[in-house]
C-alpha cells in the first residue's frame, strides 16, 4: 500500500486537522467526539444543517462545511460510519434554537447511528428533522444497503439546502425542500480500477486489465455488471441513460449535472466525460442549468467517474447561485 | 491502459470542448489554433497574461483562464509544447493595447516556442515581455530542460501576475513582479506510481511496491533520488528541506503555500501533508500567509505531491487575495 499517512489509524484525524489549519476562517474541527463545525456556529435563528459519513469521500463532508452548505460535519473512519456521539454532539453544537436537519446518506450503519442521535437531541429538546438520500440507480439493494445507496445528490443537496437555511427557511420548510431534491436527484458510477483502505492495505476489489464495473458504489461495492473498458462516450451513454431512464427526466427538464471523478481520475477525463454529457442531454432536450465537474464524492484513489443528475426548479437554481464558502465549494464569497 | 477517453489523439481536444462547454460565462475555446481565451478578451488598456504548455497538468492552464488570472492559454498535446502559432494567435488575441506578458515554464520546447511566437508577434507591434518560471529544486538539468524546471510557481504567479494586470499595472511593471514571484517561489514533488500518456499507452516509468521516487518532473521525469516508501511526515520534511534551504528561507518570513497533488492522490492525503508542513513551518517560524491544497499542477493520475513555498511580500498577499473567477481558482465573485 502506497499512501501519503503516517500511520493508518491516524489518517483522519491527521487529514481534519490539516483541513483545520488550511481553512481556520471557514471552520474548526472538534477532536472528542470528532466533527467539522462551522466557525460562527450556532447561528442563531438559524436552523443547522448536518452531514456525515465514512471518510474517504473527500471533499465530501468536512470540506462542505462553511458559510451556505453544512453547519457541521460528523466524519468516521474511512468508509465507517460516524457514531451517534459525534452526531449528537455536533447537532447540539449548531443548534441556534431552530433545530437541525440531519442529511443521511442510506448506508445501514448511518442510518441506525444518525437515528440514535436524532433520539438524544430530541430528548434534549432539540427538534432534528432527517432526510435519507437514496438517489444510486445502480442496484436496488447492495453491502450495507437496504434500498439504494446514497450517493452524488447529496452534495447537491447539502449546497441547496445550506443555502435555504442561510435564508432562513425553517425546518419543516427546509426538510421539504431536501426531500423534492432527494426525490428528483439521480446518480450512477463506474470504476476503472479500484481503492484501498488504509486500515485494510489491499484494494476493495479487483479489476482485469480491461474491465470496469458499471454502478460501482462509493466504497467499491459491486455494481451492475463488470464489462470490457469502454470509451468516454460509451460511459457517458450508460451512465446517463440510466440515470436519465429512472426518474424518468424528460425533454423540456432543465438539471443541475455533476460529472464526479472519484479521486484518482485526472480532470482532463472528467471533462471529457461532461463534453459527452453534455452532447447527450441536448439531444434530449435537456438543459443543464448549472453544473459541477471535478472532485465531489470521492471514493480515495479509485479511477472513475459518477453523473448524478437534479432535475431542478426555479428555487432550487436560486438556492444554487446562492453564496457559499467552504474549503470544497466556494462563489459568491 | 485504463483511460476515459475516445480516442488517444482526441483527448486534449475532446477536454477542451468540456471546459468551453462547462465554463461558458469564463472563457471559450478556439480551436484552430488551439487556444482558450477569456470571455471578454481582449480588454482594451489591460496588459494581458499568457501561459501555456502541455496537457495533461489540469487545472493548469486552460483552467486559470478567466478574470484574475490569464488572458488565455495555449495547451500542446499531452505533456508537449504548444506550436507558435497558437501563441502567437492567443497573444494578439489578448492584447487591448498594452501589451502581452507570456509566463512561460522552463522546458526546452516552451522556451524556443514562446520566442518564436513572441517574435512574431512583436514584428507585428505588439509589446511582449517574457518571464520563465524555473523553480523546480529537485535538479539542476533534466529531461526537456536546461537549468531547472518550472513547476508550482507557475499556478502563484498567475494567480498574482492576473491580479495585477486587473489593476492596470502596466507591461513593465508586470514583469518585474513576475521576475519577483519566481525568484522567491521554491518547489519540490514526489510520487508514489507513474501515470500514462495516452498516445504512449504505457507508464511513464515504473516504481517498485516499496518505492518512491523523490524530486520527482511534472512528466515523471527523474529526481534527486528512489527511496523506500516513507510516511506523510517523513515525505513533507524531505520535500520542505530541500525548498527551504534553496531559497533560503528564514525564520521571520511570510509564504504563500501549496501542497499540490499530482493528480492521483487523494484530497484526504494532501491535507495529512499540509498538517506535517504547518507543523514544520510554524517550528523554523516561517509563518503561512495563505495557501492551497489540492489538484493546481498535475501530471494525469500520477500519485504523489509536490510543495510550492513563496516568499511573500504585501504587495503579493494583497494582490493574491484579489478576486479571482476561473474554472481551477475562484473567490471574491
Excluded at 441547496?160 to 421539504?176: K, N, S, V
Excluded at 460501482?216 to 460509451?234: F, L, N, Q, Y
Aim: glycine share 12%; with cysteine; hydrophobic share 45%.
Amino acid at each position: 500500500m502506497k499512501k501519503l499517512i503516517n500511520a493508518p489509524e491516524d489518517a483522519v484525524r491527521d487529514s481534519l486537522a490539516g483541513l483545520a489549519l488550511a481553512h481556520m476562517d471557514v471552520l474548526r474541527v472538534f477532536l472528542s467526539p470528532l466533527y467539522v463545525v462551522r466557525l460562527d456556529a450556532p447561528v442563531q435563528g438559524k436552523a443547522g444543517v448536518i452531514s456525515g459519513g465514512g471518510s474517504g469521500h473527500e471533499p465530501m463532508h468536512g470540506g462542505y462545511v462553511g458559510k451556505g452548505m453544512l453547519d457541521a460535519a460528523c466524519p468516521g473512519q474511512v468508509f465507517t460510519s460516524p457514531t451517534p456521539d459525534q452526531i449528537e454532539a455536533a447537532t447540539l453544537a449548531v443548534n441556534g434554537g431552530a433545530g437541525v436537519l440531519h442529511i443521511v446518506k442510506n448506508y445501514s450503519g448511518d442510518i441506525m447511528n444518525f437515528e440514535m442521535a436524532a433520539e438524544l437531541c430530541q430528548a434534549k429538546g432539540v427538534e432534528v428533522r432527517s432526510v435519507v438520500v437514496q438517489d444510486d440507480v445502480a442496484v436496488e439493494n447492495s453491502l450495507y444497503t437496504a434500498g439504494r445507496r446514497g450517493v452524488g445528490t447529496t452534495v447537491l443537496a447539502e449546497k441547496i439546502c445550506g443555502a435555504a437555511a442561510e435564508r432562513r427557511y425553517d425546518l419543516p420548510r427546509l426538510e421539504a425542500l431536501c426531500r423534492r431534491v432527494c426525490e428528483n436527484g439521480r446518480s450512477m458510477g463506474m470504476a476503472l480500477a479500484p481503492c484501498t483502505v488504509p486500515a485494510a492495505g489491499r484494494p476493495t476489489f479487483q479489476l482485469g486489465e480491461d474491465e470496469m464495473e458499471m454502478g460501482i458504489g462509493i466504497h467499491g461495492e459491486p455494481g451492475r455488471e463488470r464489462v470490457p473498458v469502454m470509451s468516454a462516450r460509451e460511459v457517458a451513454e450508460r451512465l446517463s441513460e440510466a440515470v436519465l431512464a429512472d426518474l424518468p427526466f424528460r425533454e423540456g427538464d432543465r438539471v443541475i449535472a455533476m460529472v464526479n471523478g472519484m479521486g484518482g481520475t485526472p480532470l482532463m477525463e472528467l471533462y471529457i466525460v461532461y463534453h459527452e454529457l453534455a452532447r447527450l442531454l441536448k439531444g434530449k432536450g435537456i438543459a443543464i442549468a448549472r453544473r459541477l465537474v471535478g472532485n465531489y464524492i470521492t471514493s480515495l484513489e479509485m479511477a472513475g467517474c459518477s453523473i448524478t443528475l437534479l432535475r431542478a426548479d426555479d428555487e432550487m437554481i436560486s438556492l444554487w447561485d446562492d453564496p457559499v464558502m467552504t474549503p470544497g465549494l466556494r462563489w459568491g464569497v
